[in-house]
């Protein structure tokens, strides 16, 4: 049996929930064994129909307070006993802020190994999965196989496979009482950012902007572009270092990993540590003013110019093709 661990947050699925049940899917089709989902939270039972249209063979959800908010002890205490239960061979998370944490944790707990931030599935002569996986910060990338752990714990990276629903095989819906057995820490309280664009791991479309910018206030131009294509807006570290943008929006080595279709880096040089957060993405445009700048080096289109002018005209163009006129 594969696992998946289907994450939500305030009682809605996340889109990386349904690419980790086709992971899923694609595992035990070659490995064979039923699909089974699981889904932990509080009040969060009617969320089991939305994932049945993936092939999946049985939904598990353990719906209790304690499990409201994420905390470490919580959702692994309760992963666990589900595996000890059901044995799954295969248990798939996405490599997102929770489930980096929590796959760690689980396969911790487990005494099993791990495969984390996952990029690509293949399989060997036997159905096992040979998962890639980038390393050194992304300057190398090595395709990795653990066949004698028992269960694997995979975690794969959001956007990097596709959520395409499978054949309805109309699941069977459980309510399982894993409740974890001690809870040591507990979330007082969540603050929230107010956060007007869409959140830049989910985004298909991310305007990031860097020390080219020159000040917080000049976001703006960034904002609008992203609000006329529904994208997030992302930076580099430097603008964030600086104090302009929040660092739930830096890219990179220490800020997040996203593989959107289209990433725009406005006034960005192209270091390293950038490039690893956002190389995978499948086109890449760069806009700066420096011909040489590194950026360049990985953008499928640049264009050299001042951004101050270039993205206001990008703008209107895309307003005028989405005829929303000036
Ligand atoms: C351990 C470590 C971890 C790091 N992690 C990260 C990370 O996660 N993310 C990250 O981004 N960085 C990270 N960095 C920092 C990284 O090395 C770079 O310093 C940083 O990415 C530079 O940001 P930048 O490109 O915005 O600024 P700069 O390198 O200063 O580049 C600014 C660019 O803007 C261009 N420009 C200026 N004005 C205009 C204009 N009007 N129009 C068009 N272009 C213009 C310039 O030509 C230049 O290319 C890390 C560094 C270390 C050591």
């Not at 939305?50 to 992963?79: M, R, S």
Request: hydrophobic share 45%; proline share 5%; net charge neutral.
């Amino acid at each position: 049996m594969v696992l998946v661990f289907c994450e939500q947050r305030e009682g809605r699925l996340k889109k990386v929930a349904f690419e980790a049940l086709c992971v899923g899917y694609a595992i035990a089709e070659k490995r064979g064994g039923e699909l089974a989902a699981t889904i932990l939270g509080s009040g969060i039972a009617g969320l089991a129909p939305e994932v049945v249209k993936f092939g999946v063979n049985k939904v598990i959800t353990v719906d209790d307070p304690g499990l409201e908010f994420y905390t470490p002890d919580g959702y692994a205490g309760a992963l666990e006993k589900l595996c000890r239960e059901m044995q799954p061979h295969t248990v798939v998370l996405s490599a997102t802020v929770m489930g980096k944490d929590l796959g760690a944790t689980l396969a911790a707990r487990l005494e099993t190994a791990i495969i984390p931030d996952c990029t690509a599935l293949e399989f060997d002569g036997a159905g096992n999965p040979i998962m890639t996986r980038p390393f050194y910060a992304g300057k190398a990338v090595t395709r990795v196989t653990a066949p004698s752990a028992n269960p694997l714990v995979i975690s794969m990276r959001p956007r990097a496979y596709g959520a395409q629903p499978e054949n309805d095989k109309g699941a069977q819906i459980v309510a399982s009482d894993a409740r974890p057995d001690e809870l040591r820490t507990k979330v007082a309280e969540i603050v929230k950012a107010v956060i007007k664009t869409v959140e830049l791991t989910e985004a298909d479309i991310i305007i990031s902007g860097g020390r080219g910018m020159k000040g917080p206030e000049n976001y703006a131009i960034l904002e609008e572009l992203a609000s006329v294509v529904n994208a997030a807006v992302g930076a580099s570290r430097a603008a964030v270092d600086a104090g302009w943008r929040d660092h739930q929006f830096q890219v990179g080595q220490t800020g997040k990993v996203v593989s959107p279709s289209l990433y725009i880096a406005c006034g960005i040089s192209g270091a390293i540590q950038h490039l690893v957060g956002m190389i995978n993405s499948k086109t890449i445009v760069a806009i700066n003013k420096d011909a040489e700048a590194n950026i360049f080096k990985v953008a499928d289109y640049g264009i050299v110019g001042d951004l101050f002018k270039i993205v206001p005209m990008l703008t209107e163009e895309f307003k005028k093709a989405r005829g929303q006129g000036t």
